[in-house]
């Protein structure tokens, strides 16, 4: 019985270092481009967008699809990274193990 409580405890810090690193996530950030540079979008740990900048020049009335192309390319970009940032982080606490819903 004493392997269980083991294991709980171990269960227990995974759980706390867990829900830091989730805060944690929130104030990390990752940044991606499209457009060579035109396009730049932020992206949080908890896959938020922090902010959008977008170049003047890349602003056209008339091509108005193309620009929309470049903040769909960034914004999937920015969460694809802070994803992988995410998951990351994470595995340095679950030592690779794969929890779902846990990011």
Known sequence: MQ??????KQA??????MANLQEELEN?????????????VVVNGKNDIVSL???KEVVDPEDVDMLQDLILA???EGIR??????????????GGLNIPGMV
Request: glycine letters at 8%; aromatic letters at 2%; proline letters at 0%.
């Open 3 to 8: 392997n269980f409580g083991n294991i709980m």
């Open 12 to 17: 227990k810090k995974i759980q706390e270092k």
């Open 28 to 40: 990390k950030t990752v940044e991606a481009t499209a457009g060579g540079g035109m396009v730049t």
């Open 53 to 55: 900048k977008i170049e």
């Open 74 to 76: 960034a914004v999937n």
């Open 81 to 94: 990274k802070a994803r992988e940032m995410s998951s990351t982080e994470m595995a340095k606490i679950t």
